[in-house]
């Protein structure tokens, strides 16, 4: 904000929970910058009451008719995790993406309402040392090269969980009874995952108490008998359940339902933050690993081998780019255009067995099938492929292979 005098901000968009931080930050924006205050609350089907927000928005002095809370559950899934999805996007190997998908989404309805109203900023409560503050900011900039943007975690000095909650009673700010001791870690829910950071999984040799856990059973208390589903998909995208057609978030939830039975989509990493440093995190992301399996099962029948070799190439680019918050840029939409593009043959079904924390593909199926059994089968083939033709094939590949050998004899 060195370029801008706080006396120059009239009025804030603040991405805001009803938790004890963004409450202090709305209070905070209000002392701090003399500010009116418009709060945005987003309902990424984190599972929350989302009333509370706004009563105790209202509580702190902010108008109605400024007191934004949205349902962006389908929006979320439809144009940013399926769209993730088709790419098989998984950073450094493991990581579904939850926190980082849902972060551009939050930014865009930011700006949305930051031009609905007039607003001159937008804050977020992102702390100084992780990689939401670079997701929110750079979105933010991508769609409105102009917005101020305020991060309050990098301006004040309430630099710990007693400084926060004294801050808070000091200015009247309800602090609940759970938030007064020292939280064992934090998180971050939305329909795709749940993520838990920071306290108890600090140390990355100690395995994650169960207690963490919210999102699905203990695979070892998962049900003693396999549960069957399947999947059906129309150009990359998941279509039904069971036979029975769903939208994105509704597909979704039923997933994160099985998935939770069954104790699947638990991943325990330590990760390369954007920022700089190694973090440990546990993820939960029940219905996405579900979904994720399916998804590679269909390709696997309707995708060309060159086409699915690239885009297993270009995978590890885009879900780095996700991750590290550059949703709007035009590599990641180029990226986007070449993998929609994949897909466009990517239909039919896929048979699923759930049990004790895995999901397997046992069965697919689809009009678009590359896969030619007269081809591959160990009977008789009546011609379909001539074996002779694997000699001449083997030679012109193995020519360079003997010249180079040939070379040191």
Same mark, same amino acid.
């Given at each position: 904000?060195?370029?801008?005098?706080?006396?120059?901000?009239?009025?804030?968009?603040?991405?805001?929970?009803?938790? !004890?931080?963004?409450?202090?930050?709305?209070?905070?924006?209000?002392?701090?910058?003399?500010? /009116?205050?418009?709060?945005?609350?987003?309902?990424?089907?984190?599972?929350?009451? %989302?009333?509370?927000?706004?009563?105790?928005?209202?509580?702190?002095?902010?108008?109605?008719?400024?007191?934004?809370?949205?349902?962006?559950?389908?929006?979320?899934?439809?144009?940013? =995790?399926?769209?993730?999805?088709?790419? @098989?996007?998984?950073?450094?190997?493991?990581?579904?993406?939850?926190?980082?998908?849902?972060?551009?989404?939050?930014?865009?309805?930011?700006?949305?309402?930051?031009?609905?109203?007039?607003?001159?900023?937008?804050?977020?409560?992102?702390?100084?040392?992780?990689?939401?503050? =670079?997701?929110?900011?750079?979105?933010?900039? +991508?769609?409105?090269?102009?917005?101020?943007?305020?991060?309050?975690? $990098?301006?004040?000095? #309430?630099?710990? $969980?007693?400084?926060?909650?004294?801050?808070?009673?000091?200015?009247?700010?309800?602090?609940?009874?759970?938030? $007064?001791?020292?939280?064992?870690?934090?998180?971050?829910?939305? !329909?795709?995952?749940?993520?838990?950071?920071?306290? =108890?999984?600090?140390?990355?040799?100690?395995?994650?108490?169960?207690?963490?856990?919210? $999102?699905?059973?203990?695979? /070892?208390?998962?049900?003693?008998?396999?549960?069957?589903?399947?999947?059906?998909?129309?150009?990359?995208?998941?279509?039904?359940?069971?036979?029975?057609?769903?939208?994105? +978030?509704?597909? #979704?939830?039923?997933? @994160?339902?099985?998935?939770?039975?069954?104790?699947?989509?638990?991943?325990?990493?330590?990760?390369?933050?954007?920022?700089?440093?190694?973090?440990?995190?546990?993820?939960?992301?029940?219905?996405?690993?579900?979904?994720?399996?399916?998804?590679?099962?269909?390709?696997?029948?309707?995708?060309?081998?060159?086409?699915?070799? !690239?885009?297993?190439?270009?995978?590890?680019?885009?879900?780095?780019?996700?991750?590290?918050?550059?949703?709007?840029?035009?590599?990641?939409?180029?990226?986007? +255009?070449?993998?929609?593009?994949?897909?466009?043959?990517?239909?039919?079904?896929?048979?699923?067995?759930?049990?004790?924390?895995?999901?397997?593909?046992?069965?697919?199926?689809?009009?678009?099938?590359?896969?030619?059994?007269?081809? =591959?089968?160990? /009977?008789? *083939?009546?011609?379909?492929?001539?074996?002779? *033709?694997?000699?001449?094939?083997?030679?012109?590949?193995?020519?360079? #292979?003997? %010249?180079?050998?040939?070379?040191?004899?």
């Amino acid at each position: 904000m060195s370029d801008l005098k706080r006396s120059d901000i009239k009025r804030v968009v603040l991405a805001y929970s009803g938790g !004890l931080d963004t409450s202090v930050i709305l209070k905070w924006l209000q002392v701090t910058y003399g500010c /009116e205050v418009v709060t945005f609350t987003a309902d990424l089907g984190q599972g929350e009451e %989302l009333a509370p927000a706004r009563a105790k928005a209202e509580l702190m002095g902010v108008k109605p008719e400024h007191i934004y809370i949205d349902d962006l559950r389908e929006e979320f899934v439809r144009d940013f =995790v399926f769209p993730m999805m088709r790419a @098989n996007a998984r950073y450094e190997g493991d990581y579904l993406l939850g926190t980082s998908i849902a972060r551009p989404l939050i930014s865009k309805r930011l700006i949305e309402i930051a031009r609905e109203t007039g607003a001159d900023a937008v804050a977020h409560g992102a702390t100084g040392k992780g990689n939401d503050q =670079v997701r929110f900011e750079l979105s933010a900039y +991508a769609l409105e090269p102009g917005i101020k943007v305020i991060a309050p975690w $990098r301006e004040w000095d #309430l630099t710990s $969980r007693t400084a926060l909650i004294a801050w808070a009673e000091e200015h009247q700010i309800p602090v609940p009874k759970d938030k $007064r001791g020292e939280s064992p870690f934090s998180t971050d829910a939305n !329909l795709l995952h749940t993520s838990s950071e920071g306290k =108890v999984l600090e140390d990355p040799w100690q395995e994650t108490p169960d207690y963490v856990y919210s $999102r699905t059973v203990n695979p /070892e208390d998962a049900p003693d008998v396999p549960e069957y589903i399947t999947i059906d998909f129309a150009r990359g995208d998941g279509t039904a359940l069971n036979g029975e057609a769903m939208s994105p +978030a509704t597909l #979704l939830a039923a997933l @994160n339902d099985l998935g939770r039975k069954h104790g699947i989509g638990r991943l325990d990493l330590v990760e390369n933050r954007f920022v700089g440093m190694k973090s440990r995190g546990m993820y939960e992301t029940p219905g996405g690993e579900i979904y994720a399996r399916a998804h590679r099962g269909i390709e696997s029948i309707t995708l060309d081998r060159g086409a699915a070799h !690239l885009k297993d190439e270009l995978m590890p680019k885009y879900a780095e780019l996700i991750y590290n918050g550059f949703w709007f840029s035009p590599e990641r939409e180029m990226l986007q +255009a070449a993998i929609d593009h994949s897909q466009a043959r990517v239909n039919g079904t896929v048979r699923l067995k759930l049990y004790k924390g895995n999901a397997s593909v046992v069965g697919r199926k689809s009009a678009d099938s590359l896969y030619s059994e007269r081809h =591959v089968t160990f /009977e008789d *083939d009546a011609g379909a492929y001539d074996q002779k *033709d694997a000699a001449g094939f083997i030679k012109l590949n193995a020519l360079r #292979l003997r %010249l180079l050998a040939q070379r040191g004899q």
